[in-house]
């Protein structure tokens, strides 16, 4: 049984007739950390303040083990639910010392054993000697952490992270990450987050959500969303992708790049097919002759992104994203050979 | 679905702003019993005359105010102007000084007989002309510009500097970014302060009647006294209040619907202060300028005439002294007390209906202290013979008509509030009261300190309302210089004016520490 449930829950802000969460339905499991990935509007925030009861459902309900916090009539308010936010602005309160803020939601313990849980907590995020800190005085990481030992003091059920690194830099950003991930394993919590970085919610996150408009479009471990996307919204949100139209035929395709095996749901008539740019390479065209059934291509535009290069090119008169190493000796103007070294998936989109 | 305001919340903002409305209602029910005869009288040209020079001397004294404000607000809040603090404090001392202290010190200097009249014209000097106009526009100017400055003030100390230094990487000049930056910004700071300057000179009644300029609130006063039929003088003030109910919605006009609280991400950072190099001459000149027409000409008078004055028996002060003190702390304490659920209802859950509510508590301060006192005298009367003549129905008085400055300042507070600091609080498992009292509060404590002391400042010099509604026997300075003034003995005058500034010089210093410690950084 999953620990937190929203089932069909919809949320229309008053007069504006479009939903901002539009008949959603997710699960989080015990111990999980599920992020919610979607551009800017698509409602995911606002999911999660569904959550924390900051907003109220318009219907639908919110379920936290076997009890109903919203939906039914039923609507548990904020202070009640058990429920760790931290702020993607930390919301530390400005007037209280880093001690003073970690223990403030601990007034169910006598106040010499809430200072102890603090300072507990504080350890576990590395913060020895700031407990008499204001906020102010402290850099974006230490506020950042802060704001997740005081969401986590009292010992809720679910905690819910709002873009919680956005603000740090990228440096400090893939270390603070794994070090946070590392912490709330280990003392098991489950985690709701919400991002706009497809590469902080595969990194961090068991389970993603992608999110748009409002609706959940599809749920998955990383791995599986990546390698399956359902759509070509999610396969361009989740690593970017070229899309291709194809006749399929069972498990192939045909398409201006030859007949394709795919993946994925049986290919059957006109179908959109998925390419990710690394399942295409390119071969430098040295000596100009053609191989037969080569496929000949154009570089526009050449990317270094250290690691690999992104190159642009056109073939049979399509555009499309190659993924390469990045010694290849290809600039734009350059002609070289495509190959497709990897399988498409096909989409639930028709192709238009 | 948006957010709902819970019902207790509802209740009392409902109840603070039927209460603020009891005076118009009353004005209307007035209005109402009038006769035709005084609805023609109304219509007269006399009206209209009455209507354009109210609107201009609002005008004029809002534009003189706001052109004086904004570069002693920028010099003493962005600059290394030597002394800043205590030019600051300086410069809001004529908020000290009442509107009739400010007519009766033109007088007492440049008037016929006045103390400057003679050696002037001995040394063949022009003696300002200070009846009418002149005299208006510049007695209410000293007396207003202060909350014009204390708002650019607040409003230049909570911009976030990145966004100048963001106009500078853009490319703009020093001067550029100023005009372009920064006095846009301070467009909500620009309307709070236009809207009280221009509500305070439409019901000013002390320096307008001294001068003799023939504005809305001395007709209605004469009006009053005169005559046995007040209606006409009730058509009188609902024509004013109408004018009001049009400043206010320009003003919310003006304020657009943007919300003001900074995002903070990581630690906020307070600005480097302009070098004023070379203009640091003429920076100075300006303060001590304004200074010594605000403090020093008010001051000088005062001594002089006080010093004539030590001639004459004047009875003891400290009575009178501690009348004022009790009275106005009262005051202050409960129109803080409910401004909060008014500014809480319009902040937090906005909508039509509780922009209305706000709005509504506006209406006492714009109707003229002389008709609001008289309003209440007739439902003290009628309605509530318990009250009438006691202490509760001048602090009555004190919250419909100071309610609009206390929400003023404690709905600027609550803005500058970060919505999501008592949100952490609610999901850490405080209840809405644990809330308020361990987060909310602590952080609005600064921003009602200073509403309190604003309250108080301008309830020491209010004196129509006073003059009416205090018990017998109950004698405050305001009333004591009044009295004195109103039958020329300018030098028993004197001695209560100048306690009246002192005291009154001390709310000032109290709120200016307050501005300081709340400012960020």
């Known amino acids: ?352 | 679905m948006r957010r709902r305001a819970p019902v207790g919340l509802w209740v009392a903002g409902v109840a603070v702003a039927a209460l603020a409305l009891v005076p118009a209602v009353y004005l209307c029910v007035r209005a109402a019993e009038a006769d035709a005869g005084a609805w023609g009288l109304l219509l007269r040209d006399r009206t209209w005359g009455l209507l354009g020079r109210t609107l201009g001397l609002a005008a004029a004294v809002t534009a003189c105010a706001a052109v004086l404000s904004l570069p002693l607000a920028w010099l003493t809040a962005r600059t290394d102007l030597p002394g800043r603090h205590l030019w600051t404090v300086l410069l809001c001392v004529p908020l000290a000084v009442p509107t009739f202290v400010s007519g009766y010190v033109l007088l007492a200097a440049f008037g016929v007989g006045g103390a400057l009249e003679e050696p002037l014209t001995r040394w063949g000097l022009p003696v300002p002309h200070v009846y009418g106009f002149p005299g208006a526009l510049l007695a209410l100017t000293v007396s207003t510009y202060p909350y014009f400055f204390l708002a650019l003030r607040a409003g230049l100390q909570s911009q976030d500097p990145a966004w100048l230094e963001g106009a500078r990487s853009l490319g703009l000049t020093p001067v550029r970014a100023f005009f372009r930056i920064t006095v846009p910004l301070l467009r909500p700071a620009f309307a709070s302060g236009a809207l009280l300057v221009g509500l305070y000179v439409l019901s000013d009644f002390g320096a307008v009647a001294l001068v003799q300029y023939d504005a809305f609130s001395r007709a209605i006063y004469v009006q009053y006294e005169g005559a046995y039929d007040r209606s006409y003088a009730a058509l009188l003030g609902l024509a004013l209040v109408s004018v009001t109910v049009g400043v206010l919605a320009l003003e919310l006009w003006l304020r657009g619907r943007a919300g003001y609280h900074r995002s903070a991400k990581g630690a906020a950072r307070a600005s480097a202060p302009v070098r004023l190099g070379r203009w640091r001459v003429p920076a100075l000149l300006l303060c001590g300028a304004v200074v010594a027409v605000g403090v020093g000409l008010p001051v000088g008078v005062l001594v002089y005439w006080g010093v004539r004055g030590l001639e004459v028996e004047s009875g003891p002060l400290l009575g009178p002294a501690w009348s004022s003190v009790s009275a106005s702390m009262l005051g202050a304490v409960a129109a803080v007390v409910g401004a909060l659920p008014l500014a809480f209802l319009a902040v937090r859950y906005p909508s039509r209906l509780t922009v209305v509510l706000e709005r509504v508590s506006y209406a006492g301060y714009a109707l003229p202290p002389i008709v609001l006192a008289l309003s209440l005298v007739f439902l003290g009367v009628q309605a509530v013979p318990f009250l009438y003549g006691t202490l509760a129905m001048l602090v009555l008085a004190y919250v419909v008509r100071f309610l609009p400055q206390a929400v003023g300042v404690v709905r600027a507070s609550l803005l500058q509030l970060n919505p999501h600091l008592p949100e952490a609080a609610a999901s850490l498992g405080q209840p809405p009261s644990g809330v308020l009292r361990r987060v909310t509060a602590p952080l609005l404590r600064p921003g009602l300190l200073a509403g309190a002391a604003l309250v108080f400042l301008t309830a020491m010099k209010e004196l129509p309302a006073t003059l009416l509604l205090a018990p017998i026997g109950f004698e405050t300075l305001a009333t004591r210089v009044w009295a004195a003034t109103a039958e020329g003995r300018f030098a028993e005058a004197a001695a209560p004016a100048l306690v009246l500034m002192a005291v009154s010089t001390l709310g000032v210093g109290l709120l200016v520490s307050q501005e300081g410690r709340s400012s960020p950084g």
């Open chain 1, 1 to 352: 049984m999953p620990l937190l449930s929203l089932d069909d829950v919809t949320l229309r802000y008053a007069s504006s007739g479009t939903a901002a969460v539009d008949g959603l339905s997710l699960a989080v499991e015990p111990g999980e950390v599920l992020a919610l990935l979607g551009p800017s509007g698509c409602g995911k925030t606002t999911t999660l303040r569904l959550v924390a009861g900051f907003e109220r459902p318009g219907s639908g309900a919110v379920t936290l083990e076997g009890r109903a916090l919203a939906g039914s009539g039923a609507f548990v308010p904020p202070e009640q639910r058990s429920v760790g936010m931290v702020f993607q602005d930390y919301a530390l309160f400005p007037h209280l010392s880093v001690l003073e803020n970690v223990a403030f939601g601990l007034t169910a313990m006598p106040r010499q054993e809430a200072r102890a849980r603090a300072s507990q907590m504080l350890k576990l995020f590395g913060l020895e000697g700031f407990e008499s800190r204001m906020p102010h005085a402290l850099s974006g990481g230490q506020q950042q952490r802060v704001a997740l030992a005081r969401a986590l003091a009292p010992g809720p059920r679910v905690l819910l992270l709002d873009e919680p690194f956005s603000s740090l830099d990228s440096a400090l950003r893939a270390s603070t990450r794994m070090e946070v991930r590392r912490v709330l394993k280990s003392l098991g919590a489950t985690v709701m987050l919400v991002t706009h970085d497809q590469q902080e919610a595969m990194a961090f996150a068991d389970r993603l959500a992608v999110m748009r408009a409002g609706k959940v479009e599809q749920v998955g471990t990383p791995e599986a969303v990546y390698a399956m996307p359902r759509t070509a919204f999610v396969a361009y949100f989740l690593g970017g992708t070229n899309l291709l139209p194809g006749v399929g035929f069972g498990n192939g395709a045909r398409t201006v790049l030859g007949i394709l095996p795919v993946v994925g749901a049986p290919a059957r008539g006109n179908v959109l097919l998925s390419l990710r740019p690394e399942a295409l390479k390119l071969v430098p065209d040295t000596d100009g002759v053609a191989v037969g059934g080569a496929l000949r291509a154009e570089v526009l535009a050449r990317e270094f992104q250290g690691p690999s290069a992104e190159y642009t090119i056109a073939c049979n008169g399509m555009e499309l994203t190659v993924r390469g190493a990045p010694e290849l000796p290809l600039r734009a103007g350059d002609r070289a050979r495509l190959e497709v070294v990897g399988r498409a998936v096909v989409l639930e989109d028709r192709p238009d």
